[in-house]
């Protein structure tokens, strides 16, 4: 099972933490650097266009991120396609791609907010119909170095040739998902590994989504091997369980609170934090051994899962404790699930 951390490069707390959005650039750039180098697997980077993220071109980030770094592999977290011109996702991680020397992936979603839709203009009664269309282009692109395709919205191509090409033969592309099980079962159509984002809620509840992702890819003829589901939940490793859930959950409950009164939602109590952070709740905090053991029942509960991400810096922690978490994941953390997964 790989291990990694996503990050929405969040700067909501500027104002009363004395730190300017190059400091949060900088100290993000030092923890994927250090991600590296202890060990996990892969960091992400999201895409919004608010202003308490500094992620609006999460490319320029990641090719900041392989220049410093020599192993963890480097992807979106997601790349909003709906909104974007697959053309330039395509050449801007296919140069991430050759940066890295063959470390990139994109992780396609229509994301959890909407911003991008009027700012590039788009209509949002359109959000299905071109998320759909621009995956259909990205894909062929990938897989065709010269290709001829038409479409709803964007302007056709003819027997037009797309450069650069990325180290990686089929650079891999995921699909990021939410809870709708149409998107399950495109991606199953597809045979594109699955990115679950579970940030709520009972994480094996998915289960029953899971499995038609699952039935559509071996409907569709792809082999099981091909049909991989990566978990992204919000996550902290500390020392104790004690020590990390309250770390976690002044920050926490701040962010969820302010996104909550958008959507109309409740503020978050500590009852439901805990609650949460139990044994089936989908939050994955705690001591490096509680985590690792909730990892293993998750990927139980799901029919098994390849991938774990953890978003852990909107919380407000400070650097040093961000550093010692990833630390903790590394030389902990992962050697336990390892060591039950083999």
Known sequence: MEIGIDSFAAAMFNDTK???????????????????????????????????????????????????????????????????????????FATLDLISNGRAEIVAGRGSFIEAYPLFGYKLEDYDSLFAEKLDLLLKIRDNETITWSGKYRAPLHNQSIYPRPVQSSMPVWLGVGGTPQSFVRAGILGLPLMVAIIGGETHRFRPLIDLYREAGEKAGHSPDRLKVGLHSIGYVGNTTKEATDDFYPGYAEVFTRIGKERGWPPVTRTQYDAQTGPTGALLIGSPEEVAEKIIRHSEALGGVSRVTFQMDQAALPQAKLLQSIELIGQRLIPLVNQHTK
Do not use: C, W, Y
Request: proline fraction near 3%; glycine fraction near 4%.
């Open 18 to 92: 004395d730190k300017t959005n190059a400091d949060v650039i900088s100290q993000l750039l030092e923890r994927i650097e250090h991600a590296d180098k202890a060990g996990l697997d892969v960091f992400g980077i999201g895409e919004h266009h608010r202003k308490e993220f500094l992620d609006s071109a999460p490319t320029m980030i990641l090719a900041a991120a392989a220049a410093r770094t020599k192993r963890i592999r480097l992807t979106s977290a997601v790349t909003v396609i709906s909104a974007a011109d697959p053309v330039r996702v395509f050449q801007n």
